[in-house]
């Protein structure tokens, strides 16, 4: 069983950065097995696929809305995935949830979401 925890959410105003940081654990797991993503859910809204990182090779993948301000990146010396999200609009205020899916299996597993509100 993996377990994912989000952290590094909160109040920011427009124009601002957040980094948003995601840890994995479990037992017997490695890191780099998985392809790691994060996702949002606004209120009224269905959650929707933000970036994700493959294990290796293809380069990452962003929803159109994001291009250009948000970064995915991984560690897998630290069982980290991160997302560096600059120049923050409101309507980017939402729960952010990271994902891990097992390459091989397409088993996935869900963090339990941290909270990004950009407002004035």
């Known amino acids: 069983q993996l377990q994912l925890v989000e952290s590094g959410g909160g109040l920011v105003q427009p124009g601002g950065s957040l980094r948003l940081s995601c840890a994995a654990s479990?037992?017997?797991?490695?890191?780099?097995?998985?392809?790691m993503s994060w996702y949002r859910e606004a209120p009224g809204k269905e959650r929707e696929l933000v970036a994700a990182v493959p294990t290796v090779g293809s380069s990452a993948f962003y929803a159109d809305s994001v291009k250009g301000r948000f970064t995915i990146s991984r560690d897998n010396n630290k069982n980290t995935v991160y997302l560096q999200m600059n120049s923050l609009k409101p309507e980017d205020t939402a729960v952010y949830y990271c994902?891990?899916?097992?390459?091989?299996?397409?088993?996935?597993?869900w963090g339990q979401g941290t909270q990004v509100t950009v407002s004035s």
């Open positions: 994902k891990a899916v097992r390459a091989t299996s397409g088993r996935g597993y």
């Open positions: 479990g037992f017997g797991f490695t890191f780099g097995a998985y392809a």
